[in-house]
Each structure stands twice: as structure tokens, then as C-alpha cells.
């Protein structure tokens, strides 16, 4: 009698262990996803800085100035970073202008990549044409990035108030005949140098195709502006868009 009892013990004991291990494993399981869950929104939540960038003189700081303070400001060449937080209703992100002289435009934009939700390429719209090969090559820089291929690009032409203002179409085609020479100048450098390396930046467009913007990963869009007149309101809805 007590042999049997002390069989049918065991045979319950082995039966609630067999019957744990599904439950440990959902267990288990259940905190796997939710830590992959939680690091993933951490990440994204991580991204949420609009970077102002561009050549010197473009007029970054003067749009920082007049979309978070309504203050269009004498400016000065920025030696240093601008950082001033957007709101809207109960969104909010960073907003982030960048210098533009050729010394430190690279130190700082290396600095806020990792954090970037979303870039405002700036240009001169009256200098674009004569200054076109330092706008391509920085901008190619920007395009090319590892670090910021899931960013929404906007190009920016401003300074519209003035009438030998280039039109967003036309700098977009400008930029993309001089976007090849740029790309093409780059990949003979590459080939010389031979590199390997996982964070270097990327060819861009379609081999063997003249560049074009829609042919890169990132959704790029041209609009007019002018920091001046404070006609902003198409980089404020394109910025809530992504907020
Ligand atoms: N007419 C006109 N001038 C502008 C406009 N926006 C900026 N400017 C002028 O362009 C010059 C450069 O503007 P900034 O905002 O300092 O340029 P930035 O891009 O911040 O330059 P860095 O700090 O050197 O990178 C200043 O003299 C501004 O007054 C605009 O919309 N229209
Ligand atoms: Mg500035």
C-alpha cells in the first residue's frame, strides 16, 4: 500500500515537472519579446532631433530663430550648435541647427546623427548655381550617411523674398546632374583607397543610372521658404507631419 502511494507521488511529482516546462518556456518567451519591444521603442523614441543643416550662409539659424522664436536675428557665422525644442499640441521633438562652416559642420552633424529623427538640408536658393559642387558634396555627405538612411530629407531653398531666387524644381535638377559628378568623383577615390569598411558611407542612386533623388532610401522633398518674410509654414507642417 505505502509503495503504491509513494509510486503515485512520484508519478505527480514528474507530471507538474512536465507540465512547467511549457509554462516556463511562455515565460520565458513573454520577457524575451517584451525586452525586444521595450528597446525598440526606447530606440525610436531615442530618434527624435531635426537636424538644420547646410552649407555656411544658408540661413539655418535664421530659420531656427523664426520657427521657435518668431525672431528673425542679425546672425553671426555659428561657431557652435543651436538647440531649441519644438512643440505642437503634445508632440514635441528637438530641433537642432548645425553650423555650416566647412571646420566643424562634420564634428557636429557626427555628434547628432544617432539622434536624428529627421534632416533639413538648407540651401541659398540665389547662390545655389554658383556654389552648386560645395551643396552637392555636402549634400551627397548627408544622403550617404549609414547613420541616417531612415531620416525623412528636406531640402530647403530659401531665401525665396528675393527675386533672383532659384525655384525648388529647378535646384533639384541642378543638384542632381551635379549629385553624378559627385558620385562618380567619390567612387574613383573609393577604388584607389580599396576600403572595407561597415560604416562607410554608401554609393547612391542605381548604378549605371544618371542620380536621381527618388532613387535613393530616403524620401527626399524640395520646398520654398524665406526665413525674411517668416514663410515657414511648409517646413512646420512637414515637420508635424513626422512628429
Ligand atoms: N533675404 C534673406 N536673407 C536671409 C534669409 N535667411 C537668412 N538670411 C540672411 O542670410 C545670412 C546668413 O544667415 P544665417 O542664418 O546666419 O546662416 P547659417 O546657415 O546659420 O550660417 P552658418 O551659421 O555660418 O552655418 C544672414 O545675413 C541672414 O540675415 C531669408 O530668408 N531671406
Ligand atoms: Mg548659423
Redesign the pocket.
Known amino acids: 500500500m505505502d509503495k503504491m502511494n509513494e509510486n503515485t507521488r512520484e508519478n505527480t511529482e514528474n507530471l507538474s515537472e512536465l507540465n512547467m516546462t511549457p509554462i516556463l518556456l511562455a515565460a520565458v518567451l513573454g520577457f524575451v519579446i517584451m525586452a525586444i519591444i521595450l528597446i525598440l521603442r526606447k530606440r525610436s523614441l531615442g530618434r527624435r532631433d531635426f537636424l ?1 543643416t ?12 523664426q520657427i521657435l522664436y518668431n525672431k ?1 536675428p ?5 561657431i557652435t550648435e543651436n538647440v531649441g525644442e519644438y512643440r505642437s499640441g503634445r508632440s514635441s521633438g528637438r530641433l537642432i ?5 566647412y571646420r566643424v ?1 562634420n564634428k557636429y552633424f557626427d555628434q547628432f546623427k544617432h539622434s536624428a529623427k529627421a534632416i533639413i538640408f ?1 540651401v ?1 536658393s540665389v547662390t545655389v548655381q554658383k556654389e552648386v559642387r560645395d551643396v552637392a558634396d555636402v549634400l551627397y555627405s548627408v544622403l550617404a550617411d549609414v547613420a541616417t538612411q531612415s531620416c525623412p530629407v528636406l531640402v530647403l531653398c ?5 527675386s533672383t531666387a532659384k525655384g525648388a524644381q529647378v535646384i533639384k535638377s541642378i543638384l542632381e546632374k551635379e549629385m553624378n559628378i559627385v558620385r562618380s568623383t567619390r567612387s574613383r577615390k573609393l577604388q584607389s583607397v580599396g576600403e572595407e569598411d561597415a560604416s562607410k558611407p554608401l554609393c547612391l542612386g542605381k548604378e549605371g543610372k544618371d542620380f536621381e533623388f527618388s532613387h535613393v532610401q530616403q524620401n527626399v522633398q524640395f520646398i520654398e ?5 517668416n514663410q515657414l509654414n511648409n517646413l512646420s507642417d512637414w515637420i508635424e507631419r513626422l512628429l
Open positions: 538644420l547646410g552649407l555656411s550662409e544658408s540661413g539655418k539659424s535664421a530659420i531656427f530663430m528673425f542679425n546672425t553671426l557665422t555659428s541647427d548645425i553650423p555650416g562652416h559642420r538648407v541659398d530659401n531665401k525665396h523674398d528675393l521658404c524665406s526665413a525674411k518674410e
